[in-house]
């Protein structure tokens, strides 16, 4: 029973403030400005292309190292554990500013910045799963002489649907929930749902903040469940 003190106090540390945001926000849902719903858009837009992003990136990756188990590229997935998004953004910044108006490129980079920094927990996410498929089918894969997309797309990619939905909805979530590389780059007609939250409090709308808070936490939550929901329907075993 030793694990029941430390769970209570888990419980407690997630659910009080969740609860606070939820009593506050439904106070707050009806003073919500037009921008905070175009920001909830942007957030929405920024978290689909960081699931995009993230899925071309961990789909070579954790081939490779779930079949060569080579530490190097590995090593290159994990740096976004040793950088924090703000550091990152903070260089792109830098780089683009010379050239171009930062701001215009806002959302692509913040949904790149942030499929980074998803990637070391998609790869633990998929690989060992990856690997079991390839120990299991991998012989039979061979005799069929199944190589390359058609491995993957009527091997690998069934077998995987449940984590790639976890690992979709984990990006996603942390995507729309992010306020680092969107306070750098954005101007006033780009921001994303966390940001307008900000500048609300900023403001001393409190009201309009909490309930853009509720509206952050149901739409990080939604976008999770969708596509959780998607990549455990139908898949198989």
């Known amino acids: ?25 439904l106070a707050g849902i009806a003073q919500l400005p037009a921008s905070v719903w175009q920001a909830t858009l942007t957030s ?30 590995e090593a290159i997935g994990l740096m976004g554990l040793a950088a924090s998004p703000l550091m990152i953004g903070t260089g792109w910044f830098i780089l683009i500013n010379p050239v171009l108006d930062p701001a215009l490129l806002s959302l692509p980079v913040t949904a790149l910045v942030n499929a980074l920094m998803a990637l070391p927990f998609v790869l633990r996410i998929l690989v060992p799963r990856l690997r079991d498929t390839l120990r299991d089918y991998g012989a039979l894969a061979q005799n069929l002489r199944m190589e390359g997309w058609s491995l993957w797309r009527w091997l690998v990619l069934p077998r995987l649907r449940p984590q790639l939905g976890f690992a979709a909805g984990l990006t996603g979530a942390l995507s729309v929930g992010d306020l680092g ?47 959780d929901k998607w990549g455990r329907w139908h898949a198989d075993a």
Do not use: C
């Open 1 to 25: 029973m030793w694990h029941v003190p430390g769970i209570t106090l888990a419980r407690l540390f997630l659910l009080r403030p969740l609860g606070a945001v939820v009593r506050r926000g």
């Open 44 to 73: 929405i837009l920024v978290a689909g292309l960081s699931v995009l992003v993230l899925a071309a990136l961990a789909r070579p990756m954790a081939g490779w190292i779930a079949t060569r188990r080579r530490g190097e590229v």
């Open 181 to 227: 590389v969107i306070a750098l780059f954005a101007d006033q007609e780009r921001a994303t749902l966390p940001l307008q939250m900000y500048r609300l409090m900023g403001a001393y709308q409190m009201e309009a903040a909490a309930g853009a808070a509720l509206l952050l936490l149901v739409l990080a939550f939604a976008v999770f469940v969708l596509f």
